[in-house]
């Protein structure tokens, strides 16, 4: 899940796991006056960096084009402030992989201590700039054209981008940051061999499964997609 923003090697994975540096967010969605909804949706916390999930919602489709989310990451600025700690923005963008007709996900990154989150106010502002103008010249002066009217007409119309400051905030509980751990094993038949799956681990990141048994040698015919929870809800791996 989020954990890749990090590079976190495999030590560091279980150090998030163990210390449970993720939190759920259950702050108020703002509504703006064109009907997009931003809702802050979870925190993910190394120590040294936090990454934010944004939810945004359009009452319609055609709102989540490739191009308006690409302009919107780039006239978008993140700020988060963390009690009395502003925190420097690292990276930013729309998930590729979740965007759905009226759905779309960004992921805000901010490095800066934040070892000792739990009852803190947060606050994470977002903005277009203020001089689009002057914006638009700085961009083609570095990459060249923006392929002229098309782009600026798509920038200036675009839905996803803030021309007024929208600003969430909510107060860190880090005791929503649990993890589950349901233990094996957990059997299966596939072409009369059979299957163990050692243990799971739940978390508001993500979903774990430990080695399996009888699974290495069958890599070349078996591959996970995803899980299914018993209310019916089907949840996609995004990687093996």
Do not use: H
């Given at each position: 899940g989020l954990a890749g923003q990090f590079g976190a090697d495999e030590e560091a994975q279980n150090a998030l796991l163990e210390s449970g540096m993720t939190s759920l967010v259950y702050g108020e969605p703002v509504t703006l006056e064109n009907g997009l909804t931003l809702e802050v949706q979870q925190v993910l916390c190394d120590g040294q960096a936090t990454t934010v999930t944004v939810c945004y919602s359009a009452p319609e489709s055609?709102?989540?084009?490739?191009?308006?989310?690409?302009?919107?990451?780039?006239?978008?600025?993140?700020?988060?402030?963390?009690?009395?700690?502003?925190?420097?923005?690292?990276?930013?963008?729309?998930?590729?992989?979740?965007?759905?007709?009226?759905?779309?996900?960004?992921?805000?990154?901010?490095?800066?201590?934040?070892?000792?989150?739990?009852?803190?106010?947060?606050?994470?502002?977002?903005?277009?700039?203020?001089?689009?103008?002057?914006?638009?010249?700085?961009?083609?002066?570095?990459?060249?054209?923006?392929?002229?009217?098309?782009?600026?007409?798509i920038i200036q119309n675009n839905p996803l981008i803030l021309w007024e400051p929208v600003t969430l905030s909510w107060t860190l509980d880090m005791s929503t940051a649990i993890s589950k751990e349901l233990e094996g094993g957990f059997s299966g038949e596939y072409e009369g061999k059979t299957l163990t799956l050692e243990n799971v681990t739940l978390t508001p990141v993500s979903i774990r499964l430990t080695e399996t048994v009888g699974y290495r040698e069958m890599l070349d015919v078996l591959y996970p997609t995803g899980v299914v929870l018993t209310d019916g809800t089907e949840i996609r791996f995004n990687s093996g």
């Open positions: 055609g709102w989540f084009t490739w191009d308006n989310r690409i302009w919107a990451t780039n006239f978008t600025f993140a700020q988060l402030t963390i009690g009395d700690r502003d925190l420097a923005l690292s990276s930013g963008g729309f998930d590729r992989s979740s965007v759905t007709e009226t759905t779309a996900y960004c992921n805000w990154s901010f490095s800066g201590d934040c070892a000792d989150l739990d009852g803190e106010t947060v606050t994470l502002t977002l903005k277009a700039p203020t001089n689009l103008s002057e914006m638009l010249d700085n961009f083609e002066a570095n990459f060249g054209t923006i392929n002229g009217l098309e782009d600026e007409e």
